[in-house]
């Protein structure tokens, strides 16, 4: 919103054929001219935001984009607002060691948590407690997170914890499109994993990236709704015998509906 107060001098009297006459025409304004934000861009730039998260909370409402420059960020970062973007320089490496995911979008309350996305950059966790690259933490019933985009790159080189997954999903999912290349993952689990409880959680998962040498499957999924994975490619590096490139299964009486390879 911007302010219009105080006294204003307006060269000229209004209604003269005279413009700059030399009079003076007194106004006064104490009204308001509120405009809707747009965007909002917010820079890491190690003075004013330091981390991620500062650049984050300092968001309007409405949401923004966060713009994280070359540089390699030891944080983790959790997304609970709407309509925010992270846009990484391709040089920018999410590199954190604490338990659990690098980047976690959703809270896994009943919010409504929509229009989120990660561009650019890679998420490389280090070490043996970092167990995701990405979370999609769901909603509870009641809530959902829906219409994610996300487009980096998850390595997995560094990472040794045995049940690591590139991207994990569960809880209540709507519209998530993911471009991510999930590699390296050495040892560890799976490059994409959606895990529901009920059929009527999750619907419209799209995995248009790739995953590569992952020692169980390159995509898992469980009781999903339109599950697309298009012009993508999975690949394991174990033995058939315990790994697939991809695995669908309805558990609890359930079923995936409407799956898409191509």
Same mark, same amino acid.
């Given at each position: #919103?911007?302010?219009? &107060?105080? %006294?204003?001098?307006i060269p000229g009297t209004i209604g003269s054929g005279t413009p700059n006459s030399g009079v003076f025409t007194t106004l006064r304004s104490t009204g308001k001219l509120t405009t809707p934000? *747009?965007?909002?861009?917010? @820079?890491?730039?190690? =003075? ?5 998260? /500062?650049?984050?909370? $300092? ?14 960020? %030891? ?8 309509? @925010? ?7 920018? *490496? ?13 809270? &896994?309350? %009943?919010? *409504?948590?929509?229009? @989120?996305? +990660? ?8 070490? /043996?407690?970092?167990?995701?690259? +990405? ?8 809530? %959902?997170?829906?219409?994610i985009e996300i487009n980096t790159t998850v390595d997995g080189t560094n990472a040794s914890n045995a049940n690591f997954d590139g991207i994990y999903g569960d809880g209540v999912l709507d519209?998530?499109? +993911? ?11 799976? &490059?994409?994993?959606?895990? #529901? ?5 999750? !619907? ?8 590569? !040498? ?7 999924? =469980? ?6 994975? *298009?012009?993508?490619?999975? $690949?394991? #590096?174990?033995?058939? !015998? ?8 309805? +558990? ?7 799956? =898409?390879?191509?």
């Amino acid at each position: #919103s911007l302010l219009l &107060g105080g %006294t204003w001098a307006i060269p000229g009297t209004i209604g003269s054929g005279t413009p700059n006459s030399g009079v003076f025409t007194t106004l006064r304004s104490t009204g308001k001219l509120t405009t809707p934000n *747009i965007n909002s861009f917010l @820079v890491v730039d190690g =003075t004013t935001y330091t981390t991620i998260a /500062a650049a984050q909370a $300092a968001l309007p409402a409405g949401g923004g984009t966060v713009i994280i420059p070359a540089a390699t960020y %030891t944080e983790q970062v959790v997304m609970t607002k709407s309509n @925010v973007t992270l846009e990484l320089d391709p040089n920018a *490496i999410l590199a954190p060691t604490a338990a659990g995911a690098a980047i976690t979008i959703g809270d &896994g309350t %009943t919010a *409504i948590l929509r229009n @989120v996305k +990660i561009n650019g950059g890679q998420i490389k966790p280090s070490g /043996a407690n970092p167990t995701r690259g +990405i979370y999609l933490r769901g909603a509870a019933a009641g809530g %959902t997170v829906q219409h994610i985009e996300i487009n980096t790159t998850v390595d997995g080189t560094n990472a040794s914890n045995a049940n690591f997954d590139g991207i994990y999903g569960d809880g209540v999912l709507d519209n998530i499109t +993911i471009g991510t290349h999930c590699y390296s993952m050495n040892n560890l689990r799976d &490059g994409y994993s959606f895990q #529901s409880t009920s059929i009527t959680n999750m !619907n419209q998962i799209k995995v248009l990236g790739r995953a590569n !040498n992952n020692s169980r499957y390159g995509v898992y999924g =469980t009781l999903i709704t339109a599950f697309h994975f *298009i012009g993508a490619e999975s $690949a394991t #590096s174990a033995s058939p !015998n315990t790994a697939r490139a991809l695995r669908f299964e309805g +558990i609890n009486g359930g079923s995936v509906v409407s799956a =898409t390879l191509r």
